[in-house]
């Protein structure tokens, strides 16, 4: 006697999986919705961090001890023996 051909699993699973994904599928606008409000109030602390961040960058460009600071660096790197120096 022959026993039945078992099929591929997909095809022997396709019932189970049909189930689970409707069960899913009847608590989805409520999951939307808490993805949605979770995701606004991410936005809003990002937005507030983005912009304290961006006032802060604003505030190092237009120190003057910063432009001091750039100006010692670059005569460092000129030298009297050659290089990017004053020409005799």
Request: aromatic letters at 2%; proline letters at 5%; zero cysteines.
């Amino acid at each position: 006697m022959l026993r039945p051909y078992k099929g591929v699993k997909p095809d022997r699973t396709r019932e189970t999986r049909a189930q689970k994904i409707e069960a899913a599928m009847k608590s989805m606008p409520e999951r939307i919705e808490k993805l949605l409000k979770e995701r606004e109030a991410k936005k809003g602390e990002r937005l507030k961090a983005r912009a304290i961040k961006r006032a802060g960058r604003q505030g190092k460009r237009l120190a003057p001890d910063a432009n001091k600071a750039k100006a010692k660096v670059n005569d460092k790197n000129t030298s009297k023996k050659g290089g990017k120096g004053k020409k005799k």
